[in-house]
């Protein structure tokens, strides 16, 4: 989620600044979405675009390391892995008093985010020689005919990989500059005012027939929990796809940039620590002062606040620089050199 050194525009750590506050949003939602309509409806929405556009600023972004093949910072993908899965695993068992489960090669939580860019560059460099029409082509195939097999999950991140890599993939092939360009006219903002309002009223007017749909848009789930059986569940993907693509399209156009790097263009730079640590915190926050104080007891009424000022608490916790130094050590494998 770092941006190369070479091309630093504040508008993409502007919009990084945005979904890294989603993405912890989001993970606070999953608590009370099932006893609040509000918060279901804004998960539901939160979960339509944010990790596919994070997906896709990470291909625009990830194409030195795949082109130069540098392996060290491909590699690094691999540690952060593990490193957020370790942190994952403490925060459990702190929590809970108990040893939680722990399966190295599975993941359903926050950790897939990193095995994903290891797998995608792995992917890229493989393929990279073919037309990248046929390729990106072909992983969209690829994603809709594994949502019928259920096997395909969490194991190795596999579901994820596959259902994700068209959004990496895209990002990987266009050019940060271009895409900004193409998506700044005014009518273009018009038109991602009018989509992300769209959504909005299908989710309040629909929910109760479309929520089990979030499920597809998590990336990690087959056809069979929204309808088994139905021989059509690929279109579903299809319309998850479509409204992925739009409503990223729409908050690229919309988040403003900006000549000099402000605070929030200061915090998206540095969405990966903010990412990896959030998780912990949270597990932390809940397991042990909201269940202990029950804090949310004050906020019945209105969870929505509650949950957007914890988002708030997390996200300043997690994005201090005195966290840099950590994720240098965590992300900089030194590359080899050769003779």
């Not at 941006?3 to 600044?17: G, M, Q």
């Not at 792995?122 to 390729?135: E, S």
């Not at 069979?224 to 993907?237: E, N």
């Amino acid at each position: 989620m770092t941006l190369s050194p070479s091309f630093r525009d504040t508008k993409w750590d502007n919009i990084k600044f945005v979904l890294i506050f989603l993405v912890v949003l989001g993970h606070i939602a999953d608590i009370y979405a099932g006893i609040s309509f509000a918060t279901g409806v804004m998960r539901f929405v939160i979960y339509t675009f944010h990790m596919p556009l994070f997906i896709f600023i990470s291909g625009l972004f990830g194409k030195r390391n795949i082109k130069e093949k540098r392996w060290g910072r491909i590699a690094s993908y691999l540690v952060l892995y593990l490193f957020i899965k370790a942190l994952d695993f403490i925060a459990k068992w702190i929590a809970n008093g108990t040893k939680p489960a722990f399966h190295l090669f599975a993941d359903g939580s926050v950790p897939w985010y990193a095995f994903c860019l290891f797998a995608f560059s792995l992917i890229i460099i493989a393929v990279d020689r073919f037309d990248r029409r046929y390729v990106f082509v072909l992983s969209v195939l690829i994603a809709l005919i594994a949502g019928y097999d259920n096997e395909i999950r969490d194991f190795l991140c596999l579901s994820r990989i596959i259902v994700y890599f068209p959004f990496y993939f895209a990002g990987y092939c266009l050019d940060p500059k271009k895409v900004a360009e193409k998506l700044s006219g005014r009518l273009v903002k018009v038109l991602a005012v009018a989509v992300i309002a769209a959504v909005i009223a299908v989710t309040v007017i629909f929910y109760d027939d479309i929520k089990d749909v979030k499920f597809l848009f998590t990336g990690r789930n087959p056809y069979g929990v929204f309808r088994p059986g139905c021989p059509w569940a690929f279109l579903v993907r299809v319309a998850c796809y479509a409204v992925s693509a739009l409503m990223s399209a729409a908050v690229i156009a919309l988040v403003p940039g900006s000549k000099n790097h402000l605070f929030f263009s200061d915090i998206g730079a540095r969405s990966v620590q903010i990412y990896a640590l959030h998780f912990f915190f949270k597990i932390l926050w809940f397991g042990l002062v909201n269940s202990r104080f029950g804090i949310d007891g004050y906020f019945t009424s209105m969870l929505i606040l509650y949950e957007i000022l914890v988002a708030v608490l997390l996200t300043a916790v997690c994005a201090p620089k005195f966290w840099a130094p950590l994720f240098d050590k965590v992300l900089k494998i030194p590359e080899r050199k050769e003779d």
